[in-house]
């Protein structure tokens, strides 16, 4: 019966984009890498050795809680761990230059902070839109 869960918690992940399977060889390569023993990282996340392993092992699957908690231990992102492709940085997010400011914050000094931001925005997107042609 538990085995039947955690096979349908699996391929719900997975039809999420979320790579279950890969987790344990990542938490296994990230450990290795920093020359941690289980028993310590088991210890670090207050858990017994037997089911930290089995994370590794790709026997068990972590909840959320636990999930963040290795992302924080390990210095990456959850979404790294989850094998969710990495988000491609855009102009957007991009912080503006002296110039750009100059001009949001020189088109009204009465206007709000929200539409300040809205014209920050808006100069954004003429940056990124600059870029593709």
Same mark, same amino acid.
């Given at each position: 019966? *538990? ?19 890969g ?6 390569? $990230? ?13 670090? $996340?207050?858990?017994? $050795? ?7 092992y ?22 790294? $761990?989850?094998?969710r ?42 940056? *990124? ?5």
């Open positions: 019966m *538990k085995k039947e869960k955690e096979e349908k918690a699996r391929i719900k992940a997975e039809k999420k984009g979320i790579n279950m399977k987790l344990g060889a990542k938490l296994s390569a $990230l450990r290795e890498e920093r020359h941690w023993s289980k028993t310590y990282v088991a210890k670090q $996340l207050k858990m017994n $050795l037997p089911t930290y392993a089995n994370y590794e790709g026997n068990r699957e972590p909840d959320l809680e636990t999930t963040s908690k290795l992302a924080e231990l390990f210095g990456v992102s959850v979404d790294f $761990l989850l094998g492709p990495a988000k491609e940085k855009t102009a957007s997010d991009e912080p503006l230059t002296e110039n750009q400011k100059l001009v949001a914050y020189s088109i009204d000094p009465d206007i709000s902070d929200e539409e300040r931001q809205d014209i920050i925005e808006l100069v954004k997107i003429a940056m *990124k839109n600059r870029r593709r042609i």
